[in-house]
């Protein structure tokens, strides 16, 4: 099934190279969806996630002949969408700070309890990731959502990997934190 | 970081994390984007290479031909220097007695200006200059199907706008009925909002109330269009509470503008 799998796109690529439009539209229409929602998450703005989706699969397929692992497409896209966000985000003067220039939110103790959470809508979570801080978003959308690690976050962000780490565990006591007035207030 | 819960539920729930849907024709954009690139890299490409022939044919031409355009944009530029010093001088003498408003500037030089044309003609073009590039940008960036920001930037520099002309109008009627994203349309309505009273603007406003499929932008209209009792715009904001696929909260604000309207 996998091999099946890598076969096809791999068929799809070697088509895009030979600039045929339907191997664009179907690397499109197999990965687009995804890669729009992981720009989404960490820019929290349609417009402009629509423009930077559109500019990082122009910029893929332009350089599509020099994609060396052609079974592995959507990852290669998906990077290089999420740089350009990540570039957007700066030049909007966003800084991704270390610890020592961040307020002292969300060190209280809050209970992180998983069955609290597996009770939850996913509406809720959803809502509480977008609420987050621009920065703190980020690091926790390349982490939940595209599995990278704190060393990979923290040479893409410029930051060290300890304050990704500490930022990361803050964010998620701040969503733990949204869900639980969500759920005793009701807002 | 460790493997933790919150990551498991985002595993176990990723779909319904990744359930919105896209928004319409970047598919379309990206080709017509890839297209574009194509044919400017192709352009770049067949304007380089004559200039790379003519050059290996002999340097000497080269240097000749520079020679001479060098020589004769010197004397040219000299030439304009002359021309242009008198109407200079008036412009720099009369700004210092000035107020601040820029189209005053023309009345009060007017006798001075009189004597030649072409300095009347320039001081016109510098006074409009700023109004045009406006309006320009505006309508370039309306125009630009490929981004969403851009349209809705050129939306928010409408928005500035205390007077719209004809082109305007038409613009962003055209905007607000055709774009094919909802924000954009929903943005487009606001501006044109403030200038409801026009009677273009009204039709087509009206014609939205038709039209328009999204029903946040229904909300908006029907807001914006509900407190007129013109018995054309009750007619359609009948029809759009008999429409089965109207969504009930714009269905509310339906009879709520018709009971309104009636009292």
Known sequence: ?????????????????????????MLYNKYAKRIYHAVFRVMGNSAESEDIVQEAFCTAF?????????SNFEGWVKRIAINQAISALRKKKMVFADDSQLEAVADEDVDLDEEFLFQCQVDDVKRAIQELPDGYRTIVSLHLFEDMGQEEIGRMLGINHTTVRSQYHR??????????????YGT | MERDFFKRYVEEHRDAFENEALPPNMLGNILNKLEERKSVEANLKLEA???????????????????????????LSQEKNELTATPTQIVSTNNNNVEPAPFS?????????????????????VAHQPKVD???????????????????????????????????????????????NDNVRLAALEVLSKFSND???????????????????QL????????????????????????????????????????????
């Not at chain 1, 332009?62 to 052609?70: A, F, G, H, S």
């Not at chain 2, 001075?112 to 072409?118: E, Q, R």
């Not at chain 2, 199907?145 to 009627?173: H, P």
């Not at chain 2, 014609?207 to 499929?213: E, F």
């Open chain 1, 1 to 25: 099934m996998h091999l099946s799998i890598s076969i096809n796109e791999q068929e799809l690529v070697q088509q895009c190279v030979a600039g045929e439009e339907k191997g664009y539209a």
């Open chain 1, 62 to 70: 332009e350089q599509i002949d020099r994609l060396k692992n052609q």
């Open chain 1, 171 to 184: 964010a998620k006591k701040k969503i733990f934190t949204a869900l639980k007035d969500k759920a005793y």
């Open chain 2, 49 to 75: 290479a004559p200039k790379s022939r003519k050059l290996t044919y002999t340097w000497l031409a080269v240097a000749c031909s520079l020679f001479i355009v060098a020589g004769a944009y010197l004397f």
């Open chain 2, 105 to 125: 500037i023309l009345e009060e030089v007017e006798p001075a200006v009189k004597s030649t044309n072409a300095v009347k003609k320039q001081r016109i073009l």
């Open chain 2, 134 to 180: 406006a309006h320009k940008e505006i309508y370039t960036g309306l125009s630009d199907s490929s981004s969403v920001a851009n349209r809705m930037d050129a939306i928010i520099k409408a928005s500035a706008l205390v007077v719209l002309n004809e082109k305007m109008k038409t613009e962003l009627c055209k905007t607000f009925s055709d774009d094919n």
């Open chain 2, 199 to 217: 009677k273009y603007i009204h039709e087509q406003l009206m014609a939205g109330l038709s039209k328009q499929k999204d029903p946040i932008v």
């Open chain 2, 220 to 263: 908006e209209l029907v807001k914006i269009m509900g407190s007129n009792s013109n018995p054309e715009t009750t007619d359609k904001l009948i029809a759009m509470a008999n429409n089965p696929f109207t969504v009930d909260a714009v269905k509310e604000q339906v009879h709520y503008a018709l009971l309104t309207n009636n009292n």
